[in-house]
């Protein structure tokens, strides 16, 4: 008789005597035998294990004893409050294996919540004032076995503390270079509010310790000083909004356009904490936002969806029960389902009131109808949303359909739409923010974002900040993936199609007026689109820009973005299409980012550390203001897959957690500059590429001609190679630029050049001057003396590429 054994697996104990093997064949109980094909197997000494023809001797044991010990109950639990944010601590757990967590149930306030925790720590925070609230505490282990309840501890929360709205620094955006952070993938200042989401499991993401909803405005706050220390003054930072979906943490899914996720705040590391934070140090908040679309379960305030669900034996599990009591937030834990990602309040059996998707509830081959949010069910309202999938995306409908399942693209030409998401992003305007970044623009018609966005969000900022709000930065994600000046020849679909307002008159009905936008400048085509001349010198004179007819919206340079895979190429493409934009000096610059590597690479550059050097200096000395994704000072995850959602673990992609690598503390001086750092940022800030960008930075900063200056290659001899000047009241700066090689710059002005890189001094008499210049990255940056504008002569410190 075989013994109690696990799952899968027989067991049976031998005695051997003074035998040193045994030769077996098994039978499973109903006649067949396995017997090794004929020869049996022979199994030794001590624990064997066989399994599909495979005898493993020494083996582990499959089947482990159950664990069912319970941890301990925790100890002294106590709670004391500052504001309306409570700190709980007690005496961990111990347990026969391992503490895996804890649970934590919170009663008062609003109704009970359970909370979760890795450590014997919580903080809780938004809570209610002067409102009386208790927890108790039960550990867990990672065979599920839980404790009992810890003795209760009570608190009293004090008056609500209330952050003043910021303002913001109000300078021209040109003169800073831009640190782009993902919030939830930078640094972890607060382990509380990490959360795995329901792919943590399937992700991986578990076996790497890693939840989605990792760094947060408190990990923000704490590292200025290294954004500082690199040299950057504004961090674009990922969208802040409540998000809902399987994998969230990125922000592009919004369900509430007017709460900022709770998965990235902390007691004292509010989002106004965060912006008046920055501030303080003289560096700007750039917020990402989306007007496109929502998330896959709508808009909360506006429309959410129900779906069809059922408790029946093969969905069960699937469909959390409803807690009327229960508001989802992203952090909190409802009771019974014990998650955060409490899926309860968004499902129904009974047709609810009001429904319009066609067939509520009627089976299909795999389910039911209405069981999943869909473009085209009639689900949405198309009131709110639009009712189509993309299917052209260089037709009219990439602006009016779905991109994807999880993007609820809103029916941005309905009124209701348009003040619902208008009362949400003048909020953040009024908190402070110093512009916003605009995710998936093209996707919305530029006469919608011309006559009923642009000019709204532009007045809110001059109304409620004067001079300040004239500088509020405003720039569009317009996915033009190719490398040619305009997208497939597709206007509508061109990036610099939308720095421009519209030139002529369209209908009151805004449906109808982006139909007929579309066609009227599709007709035109190409040839029929308007030029610039605001980012181009006339000779070796600046000349006053005409901004008369810019939309608002400045532009992420996607021909640039598209053509980094090599810095001559970019350049060259850069240069060819900035007639066509408004103004390319207002342009975002970056080589790659969250979504894309150069020419639509699924895969992090990997062009090699003085590739990156050469791109870096092309993007801090072209026009344009220079953009940089978090980890490429130091090539982070170089060449591994940007994104593949929950499909593979984040550790394993270029969104993979950055905070390891500033661990430790900095402190800096000034811009470019650390005064001190100890830990693993002191190794980080050592590096070639940042020691790079600090010097960049530094140079930049110093000659305004490079942050605001128009450009020209005429009479330049030289394969990147450039003059720029600014001029504007007591301000006259100019330069001679030439990146990765020598170049000669003819009918200049005469007088006294000074090199920003080596401090050269070269006196010019017959209006030419040549530049010598080796190595991949290196540059030559010539200023011109000028009455009232000294050059200020060598800047920074010589590095690995900047000699």
Not at 697 to 702: A, D, E, L, S, T
Request: charged share 20%; glycine share 10%.
């Amino acid at each position: 008789m075989s013994e109690t054994a696990c799952t899968g697996w027989a067991k049976k104990t031998i005695a051997l005597g003074s035998a040193a093997s045994i030769t077996a064949a098994f039978n499973n109980g109903s006649g067949s035998w396995d017997s090794n094909n004929g020869a049996n197997y022979s199994i030794g000494v001590g624990a064997t294990t066989v399994k599909d023809g495979v005898v493993s001797a020494a083996a582990s044991d499959p089947c482990p004893p159950l664990d069912n010990e319970k941890p301990t109950v925790p100890q002294s639990a106590a709670a004391t409050a500052q504001g309306t944010a409570v700190t709980l601590k007690w005496t961990a757990s111990t347990d026969n294996v391992a503490v895996s967590g804890y649970e934590i149930t919170r009663s008062g306030g609003a109704g009970t919540v359970v909370l979760v925790s890795s450590t014997n720590m919580l903080t809780d925070s938004g809570l209610l004032p002067r409102a009386a609230y208790t927890y108790t505490i039960k550990a867990r282990d990672a065979a599920g076995n839980v404790s009992a309840a810890s003795a209760a501890a009570s608190v009293t929360t004090g008056d609500a503390v209330v952050v003043a709205p910021g303002t913001p620094l109000g300078t021209d955006m040109r003169e800073e270079s831009i640190y782009f952070v993902m919030t939830a993938r930078f640094f972890d200042g607060d382990s509380s509010n990490n959360r795995g989401g329901s792919q943590h499991v399937n992700s991986g993401n578990v076996a790497h310790d890693d939840p989605m909803f990792r760094g947060d405005f408190k990990g923000l706050i704490d590292k200025l000083d290294y954004v500082k220390a690199l040299g950057f003054s504004a961090i674009w930072i990922t969208p802040v909004t409540l998000n809902r979906s399987d994998y969230d943490y990125h922000g592009y899914h919004t369900y509430d356009f007017y709460q900022v996720d709770a998965r990235l705040e902390s007691p004292g590391a509010s989002y106004q904490d965060l912006i008046n934070a920055a501030h303080a140090k003289g560096i700007k908040i750039i917020q990402d936002i989306v007007i496109n679309h929502s998330s896959r379960w709508g808009a909360k305030g506006l429309f959410t969806p129900k779906v069809f669900g059922i408790r029946d034996t093969k969905w069960s599990s699937f469909y959390d029960l409803p807690n009327p009591d229960f508001t989802y937030n992203g952090l909190a834990i409802e009771p019974t389902s014990g998650k955060s990602y409490y899926n309860g309040d968004l499902w129904s059996t009974p047709e609810p009131a009001g429904n319009t998707c066609r067939s509520w509830g009627v089976p299909t081959a795999t389910g039911y109808n209405c069981q999943w949010p869909s473009a085209t069910s009639g689900m949405f309202p198309t009131k709110y949303y639009h009712a189509c999938w993309i299917g052209n995306w260089e037709g009219e409908d990439s602006r009016s359909c779905w991109l994807h399942e999880d993007l609820a693209d809103f029916n941005t030409e309905n009124a209701e739409v348009q003040q619902y998401l208008l009362g949400a992003y003048q909020r953040f305007i009024d908190m402070g923010v110093d512009g916003f970044r605009i995710d998936t623009a093209v996707h919305v018609p530029r006469v919608t974002w011309n006559r009923r966005f642009l000019p709204q969000l532009q007045a809110r900022a001059q109304a409620r900040f004067g001079e300040k709000g004239k500088n509020f930065y405003m720039a569009g994600e317009v996915g033009a993936f190719v490398n040619d000046k305009w997208n497939r020849g597709s206007v509508n679909h061109s990036a610099q199609f939308f720095t421009w307002k519209e030139r002529k008159d369209y209908v009151a009905d805004d449906v109808q007026a982006a139909l007929d936008q579309f066609n009227y400048e599709n007709n035109l085509g190409t040839a029929g689109q308007p030029t610039s001349t605001n980012a181009i010198l006339s000779g070796n004179s600046y000349h006053a820009p005409d901004r008369s007819k810019f939309s608002g919206m400045n532009i992420i340079d996607m021909r640039m973005h598209m053509n980094f895979g090599d810095a001559n190429n970019a350049f060259w493409n850069g240069k060819d299409s900035d007639d066509s934009v408004n103004d390319a000096t207002y342009n975002m610059v970056y080589v790659d980012s969250h979504d894309f590597g150069p020419n639509k690479s699924s895969t992090a550059y990997a062009g090699g550390t003085a590739a990156w050097a050469e791109n870096m200096s092309l993007m801090w000395t072209f026009r344009g203001i220079p953009t940089l994704y978090q980890g490429s000072e130091i090539e982070f995850q170089a060449g591994k897959q940007i994104d593949c959602g929950p499909t593979c673990a984040l550790e394993t992609t270029r969104r993979a957690y950055f905070g390891k690598h500033i661990e430790g503390s900095v402190t800096a001086s000034d811009f470019g500059v650390a005064a001190s750092a100890s830990g693993a940022v002191a190794t980080t800030l050592s590096t070639p590429l940042v020691q790079h960008v600090q010097r960049l930075n530094q140079i930049r900063r110093k000659i305004p001609a490079l942050q605001k200056g128009q450009y020209s290659t005429e009479d330049v001899s030289g394969n990147m190679a450039y003059k720029r000047r600014y001029t504007l009241g007591a301000v006259d700066s100019f330069v001679l630029v030439s990146v990765s090689g020598g170049a000669t710059f003819n009918a200049i002005p005469n007088g006294t050049y000074k090199d920003a890189v080596t401090g050269d001094v070269k006196v010019v008499t017959g209006g030419s001057l040549t530049t010598s210049v080796s190595g991949q990255g290196n540059a030559r940056i010539y200023v011109l003396d000028l009455p009232g504008n000294p050059a200020p002569g060598k800047i920074g410190v010589n590095g690995p590429f900047l000699k």
